[in-house]
């Protein structure tokens, strides 16, 4: 067991934590590593942005082609999601 975390340990664990819920030593050890370390904090609220984004509307089927360009406005109202999310 690592008594301090690195940014790609964090990363990592931030990413896990949005689908399981993490032992009790890794809470307490990312929140460590969390509260001395702005860029992984900005990690994880980026993180929470991009799922509540991909959670904003169901995708079905043909919604999910890769190959489908985002329209104009579409890519506005996603940058002003993710600004508000973000930033606001």
């Known amino acids: 067991m690592h008594w301090m975390y690195s ?3 964090v990363s990592q664990l931030i990413s896990e934590s949005m689908d399981r819920t993490l032992p009790f030593y ?11 370390c702005k860029y992984c904090s900005r990690c994880r609220e980026h993180f929470k942005a991009i799922r ?3 959670c904003h509307e169901e995708l079905h089927g043909s919604e999910l082609d890769a190959s489908r360009e985002l329209s104009n406005e579409g890519k506005e109202r996603l ?3 993710l ?6």
């Open 7 to 9: 940014c790609k340990d």
């Open 26 to 36: 890794q809470r307490v050890l990312m929140g460590l590593h969390l509260i001395v």
């Open 52 to 54: 509540a984004a991909s």
């Open 79 to 81: 940058k002003k999601f």
């Open 83 to 88: 600004n508000n999310h973000l930033y606001g």
